[in-house]
């Protein structure tokens, strides 16, 4: 056998010995239980801790107010939308909260009473607060975290959540 054959020969067995190794890997991902497909999946909805934001008395329909969770680093704000909406809660199901930084870069975001969207002045994404921080406009790829919340019998408003990952952070898990 010459030279070259002997190297095409060589190339030939390492090509085959990669594919077997890649079927190997395909094999064993195809027998992955569901909870661990899940978890290779990554689901966005991770656990806080619940933190109080408010009181359903402290809000006034389309007026934003300031709030920060799960830290004081995470600025966001709790809304009262006047009509019921995805993730919404409280007696009219229209009460909900989102972060104002940018899931594009972290800009901070101001409200719109007008269109009630979140918008960025960084790179013009903006976000639909009726409709769960669904991304409309602009340079961001997820739609903007949604604080989960739920209202005690006193009114209280508590966040235990997010619906995605808040900017800055590599895991939504503190
Ligand atoms: Fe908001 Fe770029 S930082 S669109």
């Given at each position: 056998?010459?030279?070259?054959?002997?190297?095409?020969?060589?190339?030939?067995?390492?090509?085959?010995?990669?594919?077997?190794?890649?079927?190997?890997?395909?094999?064993?991902?195809?027998?992955?239980?569901?909870?661990?497909?899940?978890?290779?999946?990554?689901?966005?909805?991770?656990?806080?801790?619940?933190?109080?934001?408010?009181?359903?008395?402290?809000?006034?329909?389309?007026?934003?107010?300031?709030?920060?969770y799960p830290d004081a680093d995470s600025p966001?704000?709790?809304?009262?939308?006047?009509?019921?909406?995805?993730?919404?809660?409280?007696?009219?199901?229209?009460?909900?909260?989102?972060?104002?930084?940018?899931?594009?870069?972290?800009?901070?975001?101001?409200?719109?009473?007008?269109?009630?969207?979140?918008?960025?002045?960084?790179?013009?994404?903006?976000?639909?607060?009726?409709?769960?921080?669904?991304?409309?406009?602009?340079?961001?790829?997820?739609?903007?975290?949604?604080?989960?919340?739920?209202?005690?019998?006193?009114?209280?408003?508590?966040?235990?959540?997010?619906?995605?990952?808040?900017?800055?952070?590599?895991?939504?898990?503190?």
């Amino acid at each position: 056998m010459s030279r070259c054959s002997r190297m095409v020969d060589l190339g030939r067995r390492r090509f085959l010995r990669g594919g077997a190794v890649a079927a190997a890997g395909a094999a064993s991902a195809a027998v992955m239980s569901p909870r661990s497909a899940d978890a290779a999946a990554g689901s966005a909805l991770l656990e806080y801790p619940e933190n109080r934001l408010g009181n359903v008395a402290d809000l006034t329909v389309n007026e934003p107010l300031d709030i920060a969770y799960p830290d004081a680093d995470s600025p966001g704000v709790l809304l009262k939308l006047g009509q019921p909406v995805e993730g919404g809660v409280g007696p009219d199901g229209d009460i909900v909260a989102y972060s104002v930084l940018c899931p594009h870069k972290g800009w901070l975001m101001a409200y719109n009473a007008a269109d009630r969207t979140l918008n960025c002045p960084g790179h013009f994404s903006r976000f639909d607060c009726e409709a769960g921080g669904q991304q409309i406009w602009g340079h961001a790829t997820q739609n903007l975290p949604q604080f989960t919340l739920r209202v005690d019998d006193k009114g209280d408003i508590y966040a235990d959540g997010a619906s995605d990952l808040i900017f800055g952070r590599p895991s939504n898990v503190l």
